[in-house]
C-alpha cells in the first residue's frame, strides 16, 4: 500500500512540476510578445486570467472582426467555470452552457490562429491544428514566438 501511494505521490509531484513549467512558458512568452509589441502593462502575464486579455491586446483587439477580444477572452475564462455550476439543473441551462463553450472555445483558438498568423505566418494553420488537438502545445508555441518580429497586415 506504501508503494502505491508513494508512487500517486511522486506522479502529482511530477504533473504539478510540469504544470509549472507550462505555466512559466505561456506566462513568459506573452510577457515577450507584449513588451515587443508595446503592450502594457505587460507584467499581467504573470496572472493566469489576465494571459488572455494580452492574447487580445496583441490581436489588435479583435477576433472575428469584433471588437474588446481582451475583455470577451477574460470573461470568458471566468464565466464557462461559473456556468458549470448549474449545469444539469435544467435542460436549457444545460443548453446554453455547453453552446457558450462551444463558441467561446472555436473564439479562442480563432484568438491564437490570429496569434500565429501575425508573429508566424508559415505555421499558423499547423500550430492551429495542433494547439486544438493537444493544447498542450499552445504554451509552447507562445513560448516559441516571443521575440520574432510581427509582420504588419497579417489579416
Do not use: C, E
Request: aromatic share 22%.
Amino acid at each position: 500500500m506504501g508503494a502505491i501511494l508513494g508512487f500517486i505521490a511522486g506522479f502529482g509531484i511530477i504533473i504539478w512540476i510540469v504544470a509549472i513549467l507550462w505555466y512559466f512558458l505561456s506566462a513568459f512568452g506573452f510577457y515577450r510578445l507584449a513588451k515587443n509589441a508595446g503592450v502594457t502593462p505587460a507584467w499581467i502575464a504573470w496572472i493566469p486570467f489576465l494571459q488572455f486579455f494580452l492574447l487580445g491586446k496583441l490581436d489588435n483587439d479583435r477576433v472575428w472582426g469584433i471588437p474588446g477580444a481582451s475583455w470577451i477572452l477574460v470573461l470568458g475564462h471566468i464565466l464557462i467555470p461559473v456556468l458549470a455550476n448549474y449545469v444539469g439543473t435544467n435542460s436549457v441551462v444545460n443548453f446554453i452552457y455547453y453552446a457558450l463553450t462551444f463558441v467561446f472555445y472555436v473564439y479562442l483558438q480563432t484568438a491564437y490562429y490570429d496569434l500565429y498568423k501575425i508573429y508566424a505566418p508559415n505555421t499558423a494553420v499547423l500550430w492551429l491544428v495542433l494547439g486544438i488537438i493537444f493544447p498542450f502545445l499552445i504554451p509552447i508555441f507562445v513560448f516559441i514566438i516571443r521575440d520574432r518580429t510581427r509582420y504588419a497586415n497579417v489579416r
